[in-house]
């Protein structure tokens, strides 16, 4: 059985930066084909796709609100997946969850993603 358990969620002042953490067991993701993604969901939005990276090519997908603010790597060896997110804005406060989807395809919508972490809070203060 997959887990997923994030880290490195907080509080933060506009314009700085957060790394959040997703650090995946049961499962040895750099021999097979899956997306790691990070989606976020703010109080009465729905979840929406901010990130993904194919875990074997290394291709990357981004949103439009945070391209060029916010990077997503991997680490093989420790089988985790980061999120750097530089010059943060009040409207990048949510609840941010990793999500894994067995493919190549990096999808955006997170109905095809199969396993999911309990999520880490981001509060971005103006």
């Known amino acids: 059985q997959v887990q997923l358990v994030e880290s490195g969620g907080g509080l933060v002042q506009a314009g700085g930066s957060l790394r959040l953490s997703c650090a995946a067991s049961?499962?040895?993701?750099?021999?097979?084909?899956?997306?790691m993604g990070w989606f976020r969901q703010a109080p009465g939005k729905e979840r929406e796709f901010v990130a993904a990276?194919?875990?074997?090519?290394?291709?990357?997908n981004y949103a439009d609100s945070v391209k060029g603010r916010f990077t997503i790597s991997r680490d093989n060896a420790k089988n985790t997946v980061y999120l750097q997110m530089n010059s943060l804005k009040p409207e990048d406060t949510a609840v941010y969850y990793c999500?894994?989807?067995?493919?190549?395809?990096?999808?955006?919508?997170?109905?095809?993603?199969?396993?999911w972490g309990q999520g880490t809070q981001v509060t971005v203060s103006s």
């Open positions: 999500a894994a989807d067995k493919g190549v395809v990096i999808e955006s919508s997170y109905h095809l993603y199969d396993y």
């Open positions: 990276i194919s875990w074997n090519i290394g291709n990357t």
């Open positions: 049961g499962h040895t993701f750099s021999h097979y084909a899956v997306v």
